[in-house]
């Protein structure tokens, strides 16, 4: 199982929204509503910023949002802050023996 | 508060033995699973596997199946992370996470760094 492809990097100004992308197969991100993403900051511990596509766990600003299309998931960032720099982690079940797989991580660069 | 809390740094050698724990706290520790991601240095997160904590079931994913075991001892509501044999190779930050039944984790640990050198 290859791990779910994602840009290398993203960038975007302080205010504005940037998109991150994730695709798989009809196997994992098409096939089920078990798609999830991470944020994660140098040296620190992956953190849950949206399950099951579209949902935002209780704390989590609404300036980050989730959809599918296809085989295709996406993470959405408004409102740009700097804070937001980080690496982002998409996340999928897989009909695969391996059953769950990672998306190769999106570089996000607030200018 | 739920929090995964885990055992601290370890420098091993080729060959050596290592066990890492991962102890729940905050919440019903056998009613989700566990599971384990290995992040070598500079790299992604690779799904290692789960475990459940009520009667132990593993899932390894076949990339690491046969070089580490999961186990748990609810008693304390530890999970485990060991390896009999370590490599150079294994060298990387390990994190246990709460996973729930449609399959996200939250929380994770803070990780645990496994330096392994001769």
């Known amino acids: 199982q290859s791990a779910l492809t994602q840009p290398a990097s993203v960038s975007g100004s302080p205010g504005q929204s940037i998109t991150i992308s994730c695709t798989g197969t009809?196997?994992?991100?098409?096939?089920?509503?078990?798609v999830s993403w991470y944020q994660q900051h140098p040296g620190k511990a992956p953190k849950l910023m949206i399950y099951?596509?579209?949902n935002r766990p209780s704390g989590i600003s609404n300036r980050f949002s989730g959809s599918r299309s296809d085989n295709t998931a996406s993470l959405t960032i408004s409102g740009l802050q700097a804070e937001d720099e980080a690496d982002y982690y998409c996340?999928?079940?897989?009909?695969?023996?391996?059953?769950?797989?990672f998306g190769s991580g999106t570089k996000v660069t607030v200018l | 508060e739920v929090q995964l809390v885990q055992s601290g740094a370890e420098v091993k050698k080729p060959g050596e033995s290592l066990r890492i724990s991962c102890k729940g706290s905050g919440y019903s520790f056998t009613s989700q699973w566990i599971g384990w991601v290995r992040q070598m240095p500079g790299k992604g997160l690779e799904w290692m596997g789960r475990?459940?904590?009520?009667?132990?079931?593993?899932n390894y994913s076949p990339s690491f199946q046969g070089h580490v075991t999961m186990s748990v001892d609810k008693s304390i509501t530890t999970a485990y992370l060991q390896w009999s044999s370590l490599k150079a190779s294994d060298t990387a930050v390990y994190y246990c996470?709460?996973?729930?039944?449609?399959?996200?984790?939250?929380?994770w640990g803070q990780g645990t760094l496994v330096t392994v050198s001769s």
């Open positions: 996340s999928s079940y897989t009909s695969s023996s391996t059953h769950y797989v």
């Open positions: 996470a709460r996973l729930a039944s449609s399959w996200y984790g939250s929380p």
């Open positions: 009809s196997s994992d991100v098409g096939g089920y509503y078990y």
């Open positions: 099951e596509v579209s």
């Open positions: 475990i459940d904590p009520d009667d132990s079931y593993t």
